[in-house]
């Protein structure tokens, strides 16, 4: 079993999520204690794909964060490093134009996609700010990105209470249900390095995105990010 460790190397991140693979829905399920749901209804929003636009869900994993821009009408593209998850994903939507690729050598050609998506991905990727360059790129002129990423809370009482459910709670409970529990160590430590939603803002800034702006989710348990290229 594979476990990443913070230099995030992309073999170990992609071989820790190909052992996740078959469980990996249900165990976010459980460790969100129901959330996730509720944050890919509002990603859902923020994207606000309509029929026929094209949309780039990076690092969609089983794609499970990118069937309700299907559902509108739009024709979404899941693009992920990990074969374990992109086979799980292909068992179970077989429709969808699953296609492997790195978010920091994305295999599409410049100004494709009306909105590009990353849900709970960009924080996996060793070069962030290559991979916000990438998703630029592929975007056309007047397009947006939305990116949903865990965060820091805001309320301090409520941040010193999650940060004990991170490193105390969420191990064990990942022993329960998961088959490779190492990952959620993983993502415990990876939560608490990641930037925060100021942070992040700066960096999206920096890779050209224009109009950056930010939504807390359960208190800043998760923020979405947009930006727009001009
Ligand atoms: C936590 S999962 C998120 C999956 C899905 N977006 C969701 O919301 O359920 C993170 C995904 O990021 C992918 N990933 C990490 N680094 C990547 C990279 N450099 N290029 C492409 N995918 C990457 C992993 O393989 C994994 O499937």
């Given at each position: 079993?594979?476990?990443?460790?913070?230099?995030?190397?992309?073999h170990?991140v992609?071989?820790?999520?190909?052992d996740?693979?078959?469980k990996y829905?249900?165990?976010?399920?459980?460790?969100?204690?129901?959330?996730?749901?509720?944050?890919?209804?509002?990603?859902?929003?923020?994207v606000?794909?309509?029929p026929?636009?094209?949309?780039l869900?990076?690092?969609a994993?089983?794609?499970?964060?990118?069937l309700?821009?299907?559902a509108?009408g739009?024709y979404?593209?899941?693009?992920?490093?990990?074969?374990?998850?992109?086979?799980?994903?292909?068992?179970?939507?077989?429709w969808?134009?699953?296609?492997?690729?790195?978010?920091?050598?994305?295999?599409?050609?410049?100004?494709?996609?009306?909105?590009?998506?990353?849900?709970?991905?960009?924080?996996?990727?060793q070069?962030?700010?290559?991979?916000?360059?990438e998703?630029?790129?592929?975007?056309?002129?007047?397009?947006?990105?939305?990116?949903c990423e865990?965060?820091q809370p805001?309320?301090?009482?409520?941040?010193?209470?999650?940060?004990?459910?991170?490193?105390?709670?969420?191990?064990?409970v990942?022993r329960?249900?998961?088959?490779?529990?190492?990952?959620?160590?993983?993502l415990?430590?990876s939560?608490r390095?990641?930037?925060?939603?100021?942070?992040l803002?700066?960096?999206?800034?920096?890779?050209g995105?224009?109009?950056?702006?930010?939504r807390?989710?359960?208190?800043?348990v998760?923020?979405l990010h947009r930006?727009?290229?001009r």
């Amino acid at each position: 079993m594979t476990r990443a460790s913070l230099e995030k190397q992309p073999h170990e991140v992609a071989s820790m999520f190909d052992d996740v693979a078959a469980k990996y829905d249900i165990t976010n399920d459980v460790l969100s204690l129901g959330q996730a749901r509720l944050w890919r209804k509002e990603v859902a929003k923020a994207v606000h794909a309509r029929p026929a636009e094209k949309i780039l869900d990076l690092a969609a994993g089983t794609a499970t964060s990118s069937l309700p821009f299907a559902a509108t009408g739009a024709y979404v593209v899941p693009c992920d490093f990990s074969i374990g998850m992109l086979r799980e994903g292909k068992k179970r939507h077989s429709w969808l134009p699953f296609t492997a690729g790195d978010a920091t050598k994305l295999p599409f050609r410049d100004e494709t996609f009306d909105a590009v998506t990353i849900s709970f991905g960009l924080r996996n990727v060793q070069a962030t700010e290559q991979a916000l360059r990438e998703l630029y790129r592929v975007t056309k002129p007047g397009g947006r990105v939305v990116i949903c990423e865990f965060s820091q809370p805001t309320w301090a009482p409520f941040r010193t209470v999650y940060t004990e459910y991170l490193m105390r709670a969420l191990p064990p409970v990942a022993r329960a249900v998961s088959s490779n529990p190492d990952a959620y160590v993983y993502l415990a430590e990876s939560i608490r390095a990641w930037p925060d939603q100021a942070g992040l803002a700066g960096l999206l800034r920096k890779a050209g995105w224009s109009d950056v702006a930010w939504r807390n989710l359960t208190g800043g348990v998760v923020a979405l990010h947009r930006g727009v290229r001009r």
